[in-house]
């Protein structure tokens, strides 16, 4: 099995790029014009590209303000290039389901993020984390606050993940525009196999109002500053938004009915 | 069919039956509306109240940040029309640069928030009421324009009328010739930063929405600023007295 993972990987360094080196410049830029395309107000950082069957996969991470997330662009020969995932950070396991990829394109985005990271000194993995090298940090904000006092993590930082363990977790789902204080609201990113790409963010509704949310801009540091309001306006129109109160945990001998 | 059968046969049928009514849920129509809201419990809501407070202990006050305060990248595109031109003619008439650090602490700073209105708008009136902008431009009817690029509707409650500000997220210096639906703003914002004690109330900028819509013009704007939207204000010069050098 050892063996396996190590000669999986010395497969995946030996295909991954770092730059475009080698491209056809068209086919380089018809992937820069797609990532600019669907994401006009964002900043799009090229993370590297690897080859898997004869099918280039590109890799870029977006800021766009508090937000931030990674696209992963498919480009087979002869065709144009295509979206195939974005999130704010990355999510090709569905639970109970087949993977949206094939497992060495998983494992070489993983490097890919890593080394990125690595570079850039940030998401330095915790003892714990089962997570996919992190992009962004809104499920773990949120996770840092609400484990503590409920027990329950949502243990993701990819909207469409979040909303999928809020969905099918301990929570009641609530109207957002009066979600109480405490509820969870998520705008999952959505996305268009061309374009664009709306990236989606999580956090806690709070006193007022308020919401508090991991900014990208602050290494991921719970801000809040954002109101219900702000969010609904920015985000239901191409995200959605979704609120949830987590249940509390039940005493010892009692029954949720 | 013998008596298991008939057993076999129900259990099968209501198993269909819930898989149908499992998989016809309503549509979502993404506004986040549950198709069959529930109310949690009173525990729920005790435990919610406990995350919010922690929440608000755990987060990083905005202020105390130098980012949540970046200045803008000074392109006013998105606010339409001749906003870039405007705001450079403007700089360039009174002599006004990017602010240096010394320049910012020596102005007032205020908590505010950041909205946007245009000609777009359905409540936006004909004649405008702003009072003499700078470029000196009026109606034929002799009521003064609000400019793209330059004018900033206020409550003038707060910001006195005519004042000379300065908004860091847009890089972008403003003229509070425009008044808005103050008494609104500050009841749907009552408790919110903008008008906390060093509130300056919310600042409505002025876009000229061009082919675009009223609710475009508003989201393009809130992409554009994001999460500034709740952001700092200097007061450069308290009413229209900069404008002839004096008070």
Known sequence: MLAHRVGLFAFLWASIRTAAIGQPADSWDAVGDLVRQAAPKA?????????????DYYLFVLEQNELSGVVLIRQQAGSEPIIIDADTSFFPFKKDQEPALDEPVIDGVEILLRRRNLAKRIGIPRDTSTRFPEVSLVGDAIDRVVFPIS??????????????????????????????????????????????????????????????????????????????????????????????????????????? | MNGYDALIFRIAAMTITFFISACDDEPDDGSGVPSNPSQPGQRDLAQADQIANAASGNSVAPRSSNTTTAQGN??????????????????????????????????????????????????????????????GTTWTNGDPLAVEGTTVSVDFSRIPRGSLIYI????????????????????????????????????????????????????????????????????????????????
């Open chain 1, 151 to 257: 027990g329950f993590r949502l243990e993701s930082d990819a909207t469409g993940e979040i909303l999928q363990r809020l969905r099918t977790g301990p929570a009641t789902e609530v109207e957002p525009r009066t979600a109480p204080p405490g509820s969870i609201i998520v705008s999952p990113t959505h996305f268009s196999r061309s374009g664009p790409v709306y990236l989606g963010h999580a956090g806690i509704v709070g006193e007022n109002g308020s919401i508090y949310s991991a900014d990208a801009r602050l290494d991921g540091a719970l801000v809040g500053n954002m109101s219900i309001a702000s969010w609904l306006k920015r985000f239901s129109g191409n995200n959605g938004c979704y609120a949830f109160v987590l249940h509390a945990p039940l005493e010892a001998g009692a029954q949720r009915f």
């Open chain 2, 74 to 135: 000074g392109d006013l595109g998105v606010l339409g029309g001749d906003a870039n031109q405007n705001q450079q003619a403007f700089r360039e008439k009174y002599g006004l640069t990017d602010p240096t650090q010394d320049q910012l602490s020596q102005w007032n700073e205020y908590d505010a928030r950041l909205t946007a209105y245009s000609d777009k708008d359905p409540d936006w009136l004909y004649p405008t009421s702003a009072s003499a902008n700078w470029m």
């Open chain 1, 43 to 55: 900043t799009a950082e090229y993370c590297g590209a690897l080859a898997y069957r004869s099918i």
């Open chain 2, 168 to 247: 860091p997220a847009l890089n972008m210096y403003a003229e509070a010739n425009d008044t808005g639906a103050t008494g609104i703003w500050a009841n749907s914002d009552a408790g919110q930063m903008d008008y906390d004690s060093n509130g300056a109330g919310r600042v409505d900028v002025y876009n000229l929405a061009g082919d675009r819509t009223s609710r475009q013009v508003e989201q393009d704007f809130q992409n554009e600023v994001g999460s500034n939207e709740y952001g700092q204000i200097y007061i450069v010069h308290r009413g229209p007295g900069w404008k002839t050098g004096g008070n």
